[in-house]
């Protein structure tokens, strides 16, 4: 009867430390779920704003496309503006006009 009572014992003491290791597991999942959760949102998020800013592009590029053939091929300098009109940095239009004017051929010379 002690050697029965002595296995039960021992089952149940194995049965407790799997128990305890399981629950780690089942809470290590649990932070990595929601770690997970917390970057597709901010994926969801960075989805987003490509689109919104590509869709901005694609209106640039049309509304730039549809200028440039309504100028009626106009002179050189206000088609190179056109081609070039999506800023990248704060005043970099005014620096591609710059460079556009200063190197038309009719200024310089």
């Given amino acids: ?5 002595e296995s039960l014992a021992t089952e149940l003491s194995f049965l407790r430390d ?3 290791k399981l629950k780690e597991k089942v809470s290590v999942g649990e932070k990595t779920l929601a770690t997970l959760q917390l970057l597709a949102a901010d994926n969801q ?3 987003q704003d490509l689109q919104e800013r590509a869709s901005y592009l694609q209106d ?3 509304d730039t496309g549809t200028a440039y053939r309504g ?5 050189w300098a206000y088609q190179k503006v ?3 009109e999506i800023p990248t940095v704060p005043g970099g239009l005014i620096q591609i006009i710059y460079l556009t004017i200063r190197s038309h051929p ?3 010379g």
């Avoid at 009867?1 to 009572?5: F, S």
């Avoid at 100028?71 to 002179?75: D, F, K, L, Q």
């Fill in 60 to 62: 640039r590029v049309e």
């Fill in 18 to 20: 799997n128990h305890h």
């Fill in 71 to 75: 100028a009626a091929y106009g002179s």
């Fill in 1 to 5: 009867m002690e050697t029965r009572l």
């Fill in 45 to 47: 998020t960075a989805i």
């Fill in 82 to 84: 056109l081609k070039v």
């Fill in 106 to 108: 009719l200024l310089t």
